[in-house]
């Protein structure tokens, strides 16, 4: 080899290695600084067409396959799956999630207003993080354009699947509940009590009641407790439910394992949350409005 | 083996590697966005347990191998580049870059000293590399304080990647290294490429030696 081309490698190797230096500590301060943010921003819109379109070059074949069987509806029937499928979803929200006299009850002790409408955009996923990059995040089809926004939360029929992490044009990234990084308020739906279920990067989520001596059994089912103004989790969505209690050595703490609902592996069609309870999640206690109170 | 030299060697073919024509560099883009985008659309969806296939860095590999260390270097951050920032990642920005600048950068010196384009060779280059890139890539999660990041986790996933990787060398990065491998010119203005020129010095030196 050249000896001026290896002085011009190795000088190359050096630049690139410091400006990867760079961006790794940038983003390390603070990941959602203008430039990094501006740079995923583009990323998403470049990208996210590619994904729906090797998406589609996949399923179509699949579904092709599928509808000669006569396993499956054909191709033609696909929009018309995704409208009842939207409807379903809309159907859970209101009737299996949430039975209405449960809510009222819920919302007055969770501090929420009413029984609030949900709109729900149903997304397809186009994309799914590999393993080895240690999140686990999905890709949907659906973005700023949609209605989406940052923060809003993600179900499908059978509960909770995530939220909304980053929105790009026309798709978005989605944070699922068995990220390792992730908590979520929950409810026990029995008893009442409140806890944080956190993802473990497995199949399953641990959950830590906030009464250690509250009683608890495999079968217990959870829903979410809701954040403030619905936003990252509205309430009431199914979590999973309690697969095993085991105590540890010293009899006192306990290690309680929860079986998601949803099954992150064979996720295809999700509904997002996009318009929530109107209200001041605060109003519900206070007597009425107009200087009512006081 | 040439230690003295690209492959092809002062007597046929002594074309700087390194230098990239615009078809090349064009193939290159496409093919780490494409296998970018089908690694996190089409294999990830397989259900095979574990981690998933690095097609990205089998793309790099191929690039790398055939043009040398200073092309392996951008590539490699590029590449890693595609990987930080399309959705739906969420590691750190520069994480990848950082570590197939690298691997990029080895790979290329590599493929200049030593002959790799066989079956076995371009598994074995393969398997090393993607254990190195995803310890890499982890460590530097580590240290910048990634909460996904434990010592379990990354060995369980480790034998899986590297296993699925190295299956799919043969049938992507060799085809690849084949392809990026500069053309050179061999006698009477022919064009030969650089694999053919090597065998050809050797043959030569034989020749050589036998008078």
């Known amino acids: ?294 | 083996m040439s230690r003295n030299g690209p492959p092809g060697g002062p007597g046929y073919g002594g074309e700087r590697q390194d230098r990239m024509g615009a078809v090349a560099i064009l193939a290159a883009i496409g093919l780490i966005v494409g296998a970018a985008v089908i690694q996190v659309s089409i294999l990830t969806r397989l259900p095979l347990p574990g981690g998933t296939a690095e097609l990205v860095l089998l793309v790099l590999i191929g690039i790398a191998l055939g043009r040398g260390p200073q092309t392996g270097a951008a590539a490699g951050f590029g590449a890693g580049l595609v990987l930080d920032l399309m959705p739906p990642a969420d590691h750190g920005v520069g994480r990848y870059a950082f570590v197939l600048c690298l691997a990029g950068y080895l790979l290329g010196l590599l493929g200049r000293r030593v002959d790799v384009d066989s079956t076995v060779g371009i598994m074995a280059t393969t398997a090393v590399t993607a254990t190195g890139v995803l310890l890499g890539f982890a460590a530097i999660g580590a240290l910048t304080g990634d909460p996904r990041v434990t010592g379990p986790v990354v060995l369980r996933l480790l034998p899986s990647v590297v296993l699925y990787t190295t299956a799919l060398a043969p049938l992507v990065a060799r085809p690849l290294l084949g392809f990026f491998r500069p053309e050179s010119h061999g006698a009477f203005g022919t064009v030969i490429t650089a694999r053919q020129a090597h065998r050809l010095n050797l043959l030569a030196r034989r020749q050589e030696w036998w008078q």
Do not use: C, H, K, W
């Open chain 1, 1 to 294: 080899m050249l000896p001026a081309d290896d002085r011009r490698a190795r000088r190359v190797l050096a630049v690139l290695l410091a400006v990867s230096f760079a961006l790794i500590t940038l983003d390390a301060r603070n990941p959602n600084s203008p430039p990094v943010a501006a740079m995923r921003d583009v990323a998403a819109t470049v990208f996210g067409p590619l994904q729906e379109g090797a998406t589609t070059a996949l399923i179509s074949p699949v579904e092709a396959v599928r509808a000669r069987i006569g396993n499956s509806e054909p191709l033609s029937a696909e929009v018309e799956r995704l409208r009842t499928e939207n409807g379903a979803l809309r159907q859970q929200l209101s009737t299996t999630v949430v039975n209405q006299a449960e809510l009222r009850e819920l919302g007055r002790l969770l501090q929420v207003a009413g029984a609030g409408e949900y709109r729900v955009v149903a997304a397809r996923v186009i994309g799914i993080g590999p393993a080895q990059g240690l999140a686990r995040t999905i890709t949907l089809d659906a973005g700023r354009t949609d209605g989406l926004r940052p923060e809003q939360t993600v179900i499908n029929g059978d509960g909770l699947v995530g939220r909304v992490l980053a929105v790009g044009l026309q798709s978005s990234t989605v944070l699922l509940t068995v990220d390792p990084s992730v908590a979520v308020g929950i409810r026990m739906e029995g008893s009442r009590e409140i806890g944080v279920v956190t993802g473990t990067g497995g199949a399953v989520l641990t959950l830590q009641l906030l009464n250690p001596q509250a009683r608890l059994y495999p079968g217990d089912r959870l829903v979410t407790f809701g954040s403030t103004a619905g936003r990252p989790y509205v309430p009431g969505v199914p979590v999973g439910s309690v697969v095993s209690v085991s105590r540890g050595a010293d009899g006192a703490s306990r290690t309680v394992e929860v079986l998601p609902y949803v099954r992150f592996s064979s996720l295809d069609l999700v509904g997002i949350v996009v318009e929530q309870v109107r209200r001041d999640s605060r109003e519900a206690v206070l007597p009425g409005r107009g200087g009512e109170l006081g």
